[in-house]
Nanobody, 128 residues
Framework: QVHLVESGGGLVQAGGSLRLSCAAS????????MGWFRQAPGKEREFVAA????????YYPDSVKGRFTVSRDNGKNTVYLQMNSLKPEDTAVYYC?????????????????????WGQGTQVTVSS
């Protein structure tokens, strides 16, 4: 089992940057596949960077491609989401998620239902 805590959210002007962190507690963090998602009011949760393997290819939706980048530090049990050139439409609660090793699922790794563990979320607000 893994416990996730996000941090780094806040209020930023359009064009600015933020770096979100997701700190994990628990064993064998390096074996978990991670992901970043967001949810705006009235909208479904959507992926912004997933899956985050160790190592492997991470996908980004077109809405954030070229602006968001993930990184992973297994020594610190942490994944990061660097967000640049932020836009008002990036305003949402951002969540990190973890998929345990050896667990099969019929969902895509870009689908929130593929993940078993979630953090509490961190609010990102981008003003115009």
């Amino acid at each position: 089992q893994v416990h996730l805590v996000e941090s780094g959210g806040g209020l930023v002007q359009a064009g600015g940057s933020l770096r979100l962190s997701c700190a994990a507690s628990g064993r064998a963090f390096s074996t978990y596949v991670m992901g970043w998602f967001r949810q705006a009011p009235g909208k479904e949760r959507e992926f912004v960077a997933a899956p985050i393997w160790n190592p492997g290819i991470t996908y980004y939706p077109d809405s954030v491609k070229g602006r968001f980048t993930v990184s992973r530090d297994n020594g610190k049990n942490t994944v990061y989401l660097q967000m640049n050139s932020l836009k008002p439409e990036d305003t949402a609660v951002y969540y990190c998620a973890a998929h345990p090793p050896g667990y099969s699922s019929s969902y895509s790794s870009r689908d929130a239902r593929w993940y078993d563990y979630w953090g509490q979320g961190t609010q990102v607000t981008v003003s115009s």
